[in-house]
């Protein structure tokens, strides 16, 4: 069981980037995700979550407006599309899961499955 982080990179401020989850060995529609991000001397934060019982979503207030969380079953992926990003959105994003399948909110300890990170930097 992973999960698998991508679409991290350099844009500048304003600009778009969309990070994807994708698993191996589960099916992602049958479990919480979880994004977070870690910026350098700083601890990791809940980004977006979306649930697995009905998809609920859920937002840190930093992003809300901003970020959309949404799943893509028949590639068993799920996507954070970022919008108007700001320097301070600069981190390592992670994707997570809960392997019980309650997971519902933002709070990293809820989670016990963990992609590697991809790095967004956000500079001109």
């Known amino acids: 069981v992973q999960l698998q982080a991508s679409g991290g990179g350099l844009v500048q401020p304003g600009g778009s980037l969309r990070l994807s989850c994708a698993a191996s060995g589960f099916t992602l529609n049958s479990y919480p995700i979880g994004w977070f991000r870690q910026a350098p001397g700083k601890e990791r934060e809940g980004v977006s979550s979306i649930s697995s019982s009905d998809d609920s979503t859920y937002y840190a207030d930093s992003v809300k407006g901003r970020f959309t969380i949404s799943r893509d079953n028949a590639k068993n992926a799920v996507y954070l599309q970022m919008n108007s990003l700001k320097p301070e959105d600069t981190a390592v994003y992670y994707c997570?899961?809960?392997?019980?399948?309650?997971?519902?909110?933002?709070?990293?300890?809820?989670?016990?499955?963990w992609g590697q990170g991809t790095l967004v930097t956000v500079s001109s």
């Open positions: 997570a899961t809960d392997s019980l399948g309650r997971a519902a909110g933002l709070g990293p300890w809820e989670y016990d499955i």
